[in-house]
């Protein structure tokens, strides 16, 4: 009886999951976005109080809601195999931790800050969004090493010559890779060559070779790459769109070709 | 017989509104335009008074051009349905209203620069440019909403963290999104870093994380969309122009073999 | 007899012209370009005066050189229909006249310097280059009325309510386009903009407007069209390469599927 | 007998270079690569010695890699036919050379630097990387001249005319070509300009002609052209699937219908 109960129970929450109520979700979570924006406002004394319970609020309501989901679910331990749900439920536990103390109530804003990256968990076109743009991570592994090692040899070379004429920029290798990536940003490039030109006057030939080789050519390659993989999806596309509207492949005519030949050497012989 | 001599009146207005007497009306907001360029030299005294003169004599002429066109629409109802035409007639009703008070003036000018957008309303190819871009918008809807998610949430943590070291760039949630679109367009974004670092010596993983989020994956996205939509519109107009050319379809060629297997059969049952 | 002699005389500077001797003209232009590049130099007093005389052989050389390929031309009118032909007298021609003068003598050192351009008009890849360069632009054309529609408004916008802050960027409609150019090339805009924001709190609208409008959209325009040019030569190719592979096309197909219908039948009349 | 076992030797040692032990490779270069990052750091005295000793420990790990490598080779004349060979043994050789003199110690530490391209050499992705990069460059070749053409007539014409101006920014035409290089990447532009400007009102004519024909025109060149070679190689790697998975072309299916008429033709004839 008590089985029965609990799968009834959880068809109920199941049922009310896929509910339209659900929608509101969405618009607690710009709420609470609304919210976070308001508290970087200077505020009169009552509102602190005011902001306080609707945080409050809003941390309950997204409790419930993933109670809800959990229960809702068949299968216990699948929920906790999506990402987004792990993430969903973080960012709930961590709200619930009373900080006081003024350097954790830092991260406890950090945390409401980042519900609303909900946003992106719950529409479903957001979340493709991110898939598709996670999937071309994958192509652009090999131009990315490239990139670094780029980076790191012309930072191991400008840290060598350079760090001796200015620390705050060439100091060490790390910061020679932040001080190349403002070079390839073009941000005031030239004030950062003046400077090395004085010393060494041929080093106009390390600037212009790593922009030539990092800019222009890897640029290029990951706009190219990028462009690919979006014409790969809109072919995709647009074969599937083929194929339902019932346009035979080559390879279907072949075989009509073949059979009618066959009709064809059949009724020789037959004859 | 009143009945009768209206519909001639409006015909006759019809023909004149197709007539190329109509072509006039380029000249005469590209006197307009430069009208308003004119107006921001400094001019002698005696030049004013000719502007203003001008100036109602466009205004008048612009009054009888639409109602013209007004009078010369068949159904008077649909000429309010093109948003062309309600943003020509507001230019009209405005320039019309006399202002003399120097806080008003501005608006009057503002108004009369406008004009110069009917550039846009009467040439059909701008206005198939126009469309055409605002056709995109919608596909790129949630790259948007992604994109303004992105610049929500790292405008919060920024405002949360950077406010006391510059109230400037970092005031409050919107102030700071001023500041992303800043650091987005590289414009002197290290000066913002530099200061921030001081501070927190990590921010620069911050700032690099933004500009690859945003700059990079989204920047290219974008033109990856822009890309293909202007291709589907080229692709579309090559296969009119195959099917034009007559080159049959996949389809066009199965039918024809198909019917060949039929006629074979049929033949072969004949005998 | 003497029309006999100007025809040999005409055939013999044609061999000439075509004669590869001629590949020696791109020496003298590249040495000539290297001599430009020389007077930019700090120079000893003895060379000015060699420097003077090598100028004067490549000017005798160039004006031989137009000589011989227009005696070489058997159409004498058909010369002058080339712009190469003409570009190339008028430097020669512009060469010859001895400048003493300090203010002219810019002038006789622009034209010498033009007459680097001389490498475009004899190389024919670097002319195909050119033309399919200038064979784009036409494409462009209502996209560049739209972009100075874009400007012009903006400009006198900005001419009109920025003036009195800033005179040096926003003092007439010109120096306003300039400003907004710089603006398109995020070029320290934000200065500019922080500057009238002071003023006009709501002043960022205007620039984030344009940005979007000229930068986003347009640029991404450009680039769409620049992309769909290449890429229609680049079809072009292919398909030359396929025809002289000798796939056949669809309707070559049809063509023989219908012969052996036909085939097919009349075996069905004859029997 | 002794042939034999040098045959038998270099049979091993080919084995070795095909081990798995050979992966240990990337492991040292990686190692190699963090101790030439640590060296930028302020480190302890003791830390010199163990660095030292951590260095040379490498060059033979390498001296001894690339022996077995070269002996490992059936064809020692082959060997140095691949550049990466070529460039791995001089690696090797220069860093044998032991170095004290303090302005040679710089060279010494470059070479260091460049062992991390070995990583280059070493992984096959990279190196297909970098070939797909330079076999894009002789398309870029005539773009590349012309780009050159238009960079040293502008510098040309600016060092003639803004020489007296800003002897840093147009001193000699190799200074002027940088200045232009800085102006193409719109990196403090305006500032330039503004200088030239004051002297020669019409100066942001020769500026903007040449961001216009520069930037925008070429740039968008470079972008087609690489776009173009990506698609080349993916069209390539899509007609190879294609052709793997069986997909008839249109010339096969033309040999069946020929096929089947000159069966039906035949059958027709026997009867």
């Not at 009886?1 to 109520?21: G, H, I, V």
């Not at 979340?127 to 652009?140: C, E, G, H, I, V």
């Not at 190349?180 to 080093?203: G, H, I, K, Q």
């Amino acid at each position: 009886m008590s089985d029965f109960s609990a799968t009834d129970l959880q068809a109920r929450f199941e049922r009310l999951r896929s509910n339209k109520l659900f929608e509101l979700l969405v618009v607690i979570i710009v709420f609470s976005a609304l919210l976070i924006g308001a508290k970087t406002y200077p505020l009169p004394e009552w509102s602190t109080t005011l902001l306080l319970f609707l945080d409050w609020a809003i941390t309950i309501f997204f409790l419930v809601e993933i109670s809800i989901r959990f229960l809702g679910e068949p299968q216990k331990r699948r929920f906790f195999h999506s990402g987004w749900n792990v993430f969903d439920t973080l960012i709930v536990v961590v709200s619930l931790i009373p900080i006081e103390d003024s350097e954790l109530a830092l991260i406890g804003r950090l945390v409401r800050i980042f519900r609303v990256l909900r946003m992106v968990s719950i529409i479903p076109e957001l979340r493709t969004l991110l898939n598709s743009l996670l999937a071309a991570l994958p192509q652009l592994g090999y131009v990315m090493l490239m990139m670094f090692i780029i980076f790191y040899i012309y930072a191991a070379v400008g840290s060598t010559f350079f760090a001796s004429i200015n620390e705050t920029l060439w100091g060490d290798i790390s910061i020679s890779m932040l001080t190349l990536f403002r070079v390839m940003t073009f941000e005031d490039w030239t004030d950062v060559m003046y400077e090395t030109n004085a010393v060494y006057p041929l080093s106009w030939v390390f600037y212009l070779s790593f922009i030539f080789l990092s800019a222009f050519a890897f640029l290029n390659m990951i706009i190219g790459i990028v462009v690919n993989v979006l014409e790969d999806e809109h072919r995709k596309l647009a074969m599937e769109e083929a194929a339902e509207a019932g346009e035979p492949t080559l390879r279907e005519l072949q075989a009509e070709i073949r059979a009618l030949a066959a009709l064809v050497r059949e009724q020789g012989v037959r004859r």
